[in-house]
């Protein structure tokens, strides 16, 4: 089992930057690919960003590239999303979660054995 608990989260303007923390705990947390993704009122749950489990591959969906970053310290069993430029398309509740693919990390959600309980991001106009 792994325990996935998002920080980070609140209010901000447009333009505006945030930082989204996930701490884990549980298995070991090196041997997993860490994922973000959100979720808006009213919509599927989407990819935002993954990070291979030895953080050398990344991938960004489209809507986020250039304005987001996600990483990793695996000393402190930790993912962060680092968040600029926001726009208020990016209000949603934002998910980490955890995969055991070694490899690509994958952009499905269904390769994605434990999530946390996400946290609130709202980007006022």
């Known amino acids: 089992q792994v325990q996935l608990v998002e920080s980070g989260g609140g209010l901000v303007q447009a333009g505006g930057s945030l930082r989204l923390s996930c701490a884990a705990s549980g298995r070991t947390f090196s041997n997993y690919a860490m994922g973000w993704f959100r979720q808006a009122p009213g919509k599927e749950r989407e990819f935002v960003a993954t990070?291979?489990?030895?953080?050398?591959?990344?991938y960004y969906a489209d809507s986020v590239k250039g304005r987001f970053t996600i990483s990793r310290d695996n000393a402190k069993n930790a993912v962060y999303l680092q968040m600029n430029t926001l726009k208020p398309e990016d209000t949603a509740v934002y998910y980490c979660?955890?995969?055991?693919?070694?490899?690509?990390?994958?952009?499905?959600?269904?390769?994605?054995?434990?999530w946390g309980q996400g946290t609130q991001v709202t980007v006022s106009s």
């Open positions: 979660a955890a995969s055991p693919r070694i490899g690509d990390p994958p952009q499905a959600s269904s390769e994605y054995n434990y």
């Open positions: 990070i291979a489990w030895r953080g050398g591959r990344i």
